[in-house]
């Protein structure tokens, strides 16, 4: 069993940076793909970024891609999401998740966070 808790959401201006934390527990961390996905009332939860078990892999889709950069410190059981020039379009609550692969889809992960509010004001 994994257990993930996000930290680091809050309010930012449009142009701004963030950078959101997931601290992982339970389980061994290095052998979990993690991936980061928002989701804004009304929308679908959406992928922002994954990353590998080792952390050698990532993909981000076009819409955060040059933008979001996802990364791990498995030494420290953390993963990160950097997130810089955020658009009021990026408001949304923002999950971590866990699984055995990375995937592109909200049902190739088994363990998520509670979520941590990311709002971007114009």
């Known amino acids: 069993q994994v257990q993930l808790v996000e930290s680091g959401g809050g309010l930012v201006q449009a142009g701004g940076s963030l950078r959101l934390s997931c601290a992982a527990s339970?389980?061994?961390?290095?052998?979990?793909?993690m991936g980061w996905f928002r989701q804004a009332p009304g929308k679908e939860r959406e992928l922002v970024a994954t990353?590998?078990?080792?952390?050698?892999?990532?993909y981000y889709p076009e819409s955060v891609k040059g933008r979001f950069t996802i990364s791990r410190a498995n030494a420290k059981n953390t993963v990160y999401l950097q997130m810089n020039s955020l658009k009021p379009e990026d408001t949304a609550l923002y999950y971590c998740?866990?699984?055995?692969?990375?995937?592109?889809?909200?049902?190739?992960?088994?363990?998520w966070g509670q979520g941590t509010q990311v709002t971007v004001s114009s």
């Open positions: 990353i590998s078990g080792s952390g050698y892999s990532t």
């Open positions: 998740a866990a699984g055995s692969h990375t995937g592109f889809r909200r049902d190739d992960y088994n363990y």
């Open positions: 339970g389980g061994t961390f290095s052998s979990y793909a």
